[in-house]
Nanobody, 124 residues
Framework: QVQLVESGGGLVQAGGSLRLSCAAS????????VGWFRQAPGKEREFVSA????????YYADSVKGRFTISRDNAKNTVYLQMNSLKPEDTAVYYC?????????????????WGQGTQVTVSS
């Protein structure tokens, strides 16, 4: 079992950038696929991006494709989400989640382990 802690959120102007980190505890992190999800007030949690356990297969929501980049450093037990060209509609609490499989998923229910979330606010 792993535990996840997100960091890197904050307030940024539209067009700016942030890098979120998802740090994991546990020696088996390299066997976990990881996803990023976000939830805005009054909205359902939605998929943002995901990466396979080995880091070779990546998925992106259409709304962030070309602006966000997911990566992982298994030596540091950390997954990153680089967010560029941020828009006000990207404002949300961002969560990372892990599942003990090689392949990632865009479905929240496929993930058993979640972090506490980090707030991202993009001002116009």
């Amino acid at each position: 079992q792993v535990q996840l802690v997100e960091s890197g959120g904050g307030l940024v102007q539209a067009g700016g950038s942030l890098r979120l980190s998802c740090a994991a505890s546990g020696r088996t992190f390299t066997t976990y696929a990881v996803g990023w999800f976000r939830q805005a007030p009054g909205k359902e949690r939605e998929f943002v991006s995901a990466i396979s356990s080995g880091g070779t297969i990546k998925y992106y929501a259409d709304s962030v494709k070309g602006r966000f980049t997911i990566s992982r450093d298994n030596a540091k037990n950390t997954v990153y989400l680089q967010m560029n060209s941020l828009k006000p509609e990207d404002t949300a609490v961002y969560y990372c989640a892990a599942r003990p499989y090689a392949l990632a998923s865009s479905t929240p229910n496929d993930y058993a382990t979640w972090g506490q979330g980090t707030q991202v606010t993009v001002s116009s």
